[in-house]
């Protein structure tokens, strides 16, 4: 619990993320069960109720796992990549780390039921007292552990490589971990200054956000997406730079590009800044800002058909070894092809007036989340499992895990894209017993959200058994694959890498 060593700092990170991972999990199961038949109330007793748990399960899967899961894995594997023997500042890592329960402790004591986007003039006039201040101090704490974990993460890339280790050379995922972190530096700052001008509104000593007191709720949303829209990429690119880290040595093979890959990731770092105003189309924007978000957003579209180019290349005419984590981020990458079909929609004007508001962009979002970082992270659970505990997991039931989380997620998430095309709207505790299409959807859909659960009961019980009874793992090459194209990092080679690097 004390120490600040950069791998003791991880594994906290990381048994943080998975923790909140279920706990998160159970409110998704809870409003999906919810929404399995119309006019029920057995597990939500109310609208409200259901607010409180929508908001903490978005809160939850976004700050309190897949941050933390990204950052703990990126404290064990930066430093060796950069080949120095910490991070930049051990101590400053270690506060940022436990400035995570705190913020957590708020946002679950507190329960509020603003949502996770916090909307204005509701969240500063509406919403009950204690709760949502602790939401506001809760976001605070993380935001500002986000900004000195960055602050970290840049200085340890930038400053302490090796000096015979060019920058054009440092691993992808380092990359991948560099450029979120800057990202971060320059959005969190907005996002912060929004929450303290929501406090203030809230305790009626200014008006920014409230209408009554002459203030602009529309300013609240510029200021939330200016930091959140580049939030989607600061939570997908570390899964992408883990996937990089996968692919070429599951497929025997050199990555096909470095170059391509860098450059792809400091696009996606620049474009995420340029397309927050795809969120608010139906807000009254003028036309030509309307058209310049849209190029922006559109921009993306090739800077992320780059990292699928390159893995695809990669893998072509590879000798591939479909292990647990190749089965997993070989699923994510064809999720986040889906997912970004969606946005391409979602970036038109005329298509988003049809999708904006509905369980399309419910669909959407989560394919990202769930299908490409959610399948990027446990690709690369799985592929650090032998290197943490020295053995190995079970393959079959990996295999298991894989099928139905893979399975789940195409039925839950791209039936929601259906029930947005029928009309539902997001963010509803119930709908009409004569919309016969919403409720069969949603009935496909929790079937779908099901069988995600046990697909992670599995993964959590394997976790636990296979760390203590699984067959000891060669440490060299746990999946029998070679280390022609690949060194890992172990006891012979500390400080790992790709060959060439």
């Known amino acids: 619990m004390f120490s600040t060593h950069h791998t003791d700092v991880g594994y906290l990170y990381l048994v943080f993320g998975i923790t909140f991972l279920f706990m998160g999990g159970v409110l998704a199961m809870i409003i999906r069960t919810h929404l399995f038949f119309p006019g029920q109330n057995v597990l939500v007793s109310d609208s409200a109720t259901f607010n409180r748990i929508f908001t ?47 913020g957590a402790a708020l946002l679950w004591l507190g329960f509020a039921d603003t949502t996770w986007v916090s909307y204005a003039p509701y969240s500063i006039i509406r919403a009950p007292g204690p709760a949502a201040d602790m939401f506001i101090f809760g976001m605070k704490i993380l935001g500002i552990s986000s900004i000195l974990s960055s602050i970290n993460f840049v200085v340890t890339v930038l400053k302490c490589k090796h000096p015979d280790l060019p920058l054009r050379r440092v691993p992808l995922f380092a990359w991948s971990m560099l450029t979120v972190s800057l990202m971060t530096i320059v959005a969190m700052p907005t996002y912060a200054a929004a929450l303290i001008m929501m406090l203030t509104d809230r305790l009626g000593l200014s008006g920014f956000f409230n209408p009554f007191a002459g203030g602009d709720p529309i300013a609240y949303l510029h200021l939330f997406w200016f930091t959140f829209h580049p939030e989607v990429y600061i939570f997908l690119l570390p899964a992408i730079g883990m996937m990089y880290e996968i692919i070429p040595r599951f497929s025997r093979k050199p990555l096909y590009s470095q170059a391509s890959g860098v450059f792809a990731f400091v696009m996606l770092g620049i474009i995420g800044f340029a397309s927050w105003g795809h969120h608010m189309y139906s807000t009254g924007m003028d036309f030509t800002t309307k058209v ?17 180019f390159n893995f695809l290349a990669t893998m072509w005419g590879g000798r591939i070894r479909f292990a647990a984590p190749m089965k997993f981020a070989v699923g994510g990458i064809a999720l986040f092809f889906s997912a970004g079909a969606g946005g391409v929609l979602n970036s038109a004007m005329p298509l988003d007036f049809i999708s904006h508001g509905t369980y399309w962009v419910v669909g959407h979002m989560h394919l990202f989340l769930i299908g490409t970082i959610g399948f990027g992270f446990v690709a690369m659970i799985y592929y650090m ?34 029930l947005g095309l029928e009309g539902m709207p997001r963010r509803v505790y119930d709908y009409p017993t004569d919309f016969t299409s919403w409720t069969q959807l949603n009935q496909i859909s929790t079937v779908g959200a099901w069988l995600i659960g046990a697909s992670f009961v599995i993964f959590l019980a394997s976790l636990i058994y296979y760390s203590a009874k699984g067959k000891p793992a060669n440490m060299d090459d746990p999946w029998g694959i070679g280390g022609k194209y690949y060194y890992p990092v172990s006891a012979k080679n500390p400080h790992g890498g790709h060959s060439g690097y």
């Open 292 to 308: 310049v978000f849209m190029i922006g957003t559109l921009a993306a579209v090739p800077a992320s058909g780059m990292h699928v």
């Open 385 to 418: 499992f032998p290197y943490v505990t020295g053995r190995m997991y079970n393959e079959k039931w990996a295999s298991a895990h894989f099928v139905l989380m893979f399975w789940g997620t195409v039925q839950t998430f791209f039936t929601q894209h259906l």
């Open 56 to 102: 903490v399960h978005g809160l939850t899967m976004l700050f309190l796992f897949a941050l933390p899961v990204a950052n703990g894995i990126g404290n064990i594997l930066v430093p060796i990549m950069v080949r120095y023997k910490d991070m930049a500042y051990p101590k400053l890592n270690a506060i940022a780390f436990w400035m995570n329960p705190v």
